[in-house]
């Protein structure tokens, strides 16, 4: 990951403050509790959790978008914290998370972790770009998109509530993407 490069686009780039309307949509459907935003960016899903009542953690690799994230949290009940996931700077504790988010950010090792961290009966939704038909390889870098089907092989044994690939849903991205929500058994 190239956190001066995001660093950059977070100084300089005006973020959406609206939340992914997945989160949106799953949410509203839950009983608040402890939530784990992991590559929050600014923090437009931690944001709007807090409001309806959730306990948030954020977590992201910029510091400038945690600035923003702490500057926009005001009184709501969000931890912020800076870390960089792919060097393991945050530890996701087991069964400890009601609802944990991962939106727009991949990377694939942290998928293990994350069905660990979520309680029994807790959430997961992530959303993920994907590969567009007709794109080869080249065109994208493949380390930042799944391929076909593979989103949903990572929840394997879960119930899955909600799974869509394609066109996105969401405003602020035009890449398709692949969305899964998946709740851990009890």
């Not at 949509?25 to 992991?38: C, M, Q, S, Y």
Request: with cysteine; glycine share 8%; proline share 5%.
């Amino acid at each position: 990951m190239d956190l001066p490069a995001w660093n950059e686009r977070y100084r300089c780039q005006e973020q959406s403050n609206a939340p992914t309307p997945l989160v949106i949509e799953t949410a509203r459907h839950l009983k608040p509790g402890r939530a784990l935003d992991l590559a929050c960016g600014t923090g437009r899903n931690a944001l709007w959790l807090a409001s309806q009542g959730w306990s948030v953690t954020a977590v992201d690799g910029s510091p400038v978008a945690i600035d923003k994230l702490r500057a926009r949290a005001g009184d709501l009940p969000i931890v912020a914290q800076t870390a960089n996931l792919e060097k393991g700077e945050f530890t996701i504790a087991e069964s400890s998370w009601d609802l944990i988010l991962i939106c727009y950010y991949l990377q694939r090792d942290l998928f293990e972790q994350v069905k660990r961290g979520v309680a029994a009966g807790g959430i997961v939704i992530a959303i993920v770009h994907i590969a567009e038909a007709g794109e080869s390889p080249g065109e994208h870098r493949l380390d930042h998109c799944l391929g076909p089907g593979e989103l949903a092989d990572y929840f394997q044994g879960w119930e899955i509530l909600h799974l869509h690939e394609g066109a996105s849903r969401d405003p602020a991205h035009r890449k398709a993407s692949a969305e899964i929500v998946a709740r851990r058994r009890c």
